[in-house]
């Protein structure tokens, strides 16, 4: 009997653990909200994993929110994350708890994998995954597999400079991506202009209805959104786009994007690069890891 494999998709907002099938089939899961202190993410990942044991499994992948060293196995550096995390052996670690081999790489990286072979991808040779949440992420996968870089670091889109000068990131540089067109800056710029405090959801809802302040912040972010999208388009021509994260469920704001991307791009065959929602939804990055190797 094929032995089922745990992928676990440790994002800034939430953690997410499934036991996978070989079939790409999430055969039961556990979300929960991702704690704020490095020790107690460490807690919650090992209590999840022997929730969900069950049998003999052949591995355990771990999808996390930060540029992932994979020789070291290591959290390198991350935005949105606790810096706790930074250095810490987490394969080392589970090893010697779990006694089974351990996986790691960046989130976004196993969003894109997992769409690319069970998801959105499937037909395609060369995707671009973009993980829209509270912050920015991407996966270039190419003939099914990660493009890595030197450093594993390709496909951290989050970071390309859009606005000269612009707004502080929480990498510490300005004028990023990240910065104009994810969660966390949508709920920065509506508290900017009410000086309220909203979520994401509860900004979609007011935008929803009509409500000016929403309605300022969704056009600025879905405008950016177009841009870092066509630069992607423009730079690496992809077969298509797939977009994830919870910001990819808010339709409105897609379409907006969508609807303004074509003025940035620079040939008449890039505007036939399709832009697609993520078929797996919030399994993707749990089956992604789950085919780490």
Same mark, same amino acid.
């Given at each position: 009997?094929?032995?089922?494999?745990?992928?676990?998709?440790?994002?800034?907002?939430?953690?997410?653990?499934?036991?996978?099938?070989?079939?790409?089939?999430?055969?039961?899961?556990?979300?929960?909200?991702?704690?704020?202190?490095?020790?107690?993410?460490?807690?919650?990942? #090992? &209590?999840?994993?022997?929730?969900?044991? #069950?049998?003999?499994?052949?591995?355990?992948?771990?999808?996390?929110?930060?540029?992932?060293?994979?020789?070291?196995?290591?959290?390198?550096?991350?935005?949105?994350?606790?810096?706790?995390?930074?250095?810490?052996?987490?394969?080392?670690?589970?090893?010697?708890?779990?006694? &089974?081999?351990? +996986?790691?790489?960046?989130?976004?990286?196993?969003?894109?994998?997992?769409?690319?072979?069970?998801?959105?991808?499937?037909?395609?040779? +060369?995707?671009?995954?973009?993980?829209?949440?509270?912050? /920015?992420?991407?996966?270039? =996968?190419?003939?099914?597999?990660?493009?890595?870089?030197?450093?594993?670091?390709?496909?951290?889109?989050?970071?390309?400079?859009?606005?000269?000068?612009?707004?502080?990131?929480?990498?510490?540089?300005?004028?990023? @991506?990240?910065?104009?067109?994810?969660?966390?800056?949508?709920?920065?710029?509506?508290?900017?202009? #009410?000086?309220?405090?909203?979520?994401?959801?509860?900004?979609?809802?007011?935008?929803?209805?009509?409500?000016?302040?929403?309605?300022?912040?969704?056009?600025?972010?879905?405008? &950016?959104?177009?841009?870092?999208? #066509?630069?992607?388009?423009?730079?690496?021509?992809?077969?298509?786009?797939?977009?994830?994260?919870?910001?990819?469920? +808010?339709?409105? @704001?897609?379409?907006?994007?969508?609807?303004? /991307?074509?003025?940035?791009?620079?040939?008449?065959?890039?505007?036939?690069?399709? /832009?697609?929602?993520?078929?797996?939804?919030?399994?993707?990055?749990? =089956?992604?890891?789950?085919?780490?190797?």
């Amino acid at each position: 009997m094929p032995k089922n494999i745990i992928g676990l998709d440790i994002g800034a907002t939430k953690i997410r653990i499934g036991l996978i099938s070989k079939q790409f089939k999430v055969i039961k899961k556990q979300t929960f909200p991702t704690p704020k202190k490095a020790a107690d993410v460490l807690s919650a990942i #090992s &209590y999840g994993i022997e929730k969900l044991y #069950s049998g003999e499994i052949e591995k355990i992948g771990l999808g996390v929110a930060g540029q992932i060293d994979q020789k070291k196995n290591l959290v390198n550096f991350s935005t949105n994350f606790p810096q706790g995390l930074n250095d810490v052996p987490l394969k080392k670690i589970l090893e010697e708890k779990f006694k &089974y081999p351990v +996986f790691i790489d960046n989130d976004a990286h196993c969003f894109a994998l997992g769409e690319a072979i069970a998801g959105q991808g499937k037909k395609f040779n +060369f995707i671009i995954g973009v993980t829209l949440g509270t912050g /920015i992420g991407g996966g270039i =996968i190419i003939d099914k597999k990660v493009l890595k870089g030197k450093n594993n670091t390709a496909g951290e889109i989050g970071h390309q400079i859009i606005k000269v000068n612009g707004r502080k990131c929480d990498c510490g540089k300005s004028g990023c @991506f990240e910065a104009y067109a994810s969660g966390s800056a949508m709920v920065k710029s509506y508290k900017k202009l #009410s000086g309220q405090d909203k979520d994401t959801f509860e900004i979609e809802q007011l935008f929803i209805k009509g409500e000016e302040n929403a309605k300022l912040v969704v056009e600025e972010s879905s405008h &950016y959104l177009a841009i870092g999208l #066509s630069n992607l388009i423009n730079i690496l021509n992809p077969e298509a786009i797939v977009l994830g994260g919870g910001l990819s469920n +808010f339709k409105k @704001f897609i379409d907006l994007a969508k609807s303004e /991307i074509n003025k940035y791009l620079i040939t008449p065959h890039l505007k036939q690069t399709p /832009i697609l929602i993520s078929k797996l939804n919030d399994n993707a990055g749990m =089956i992604g890891a789950s085919l780490l190797k």
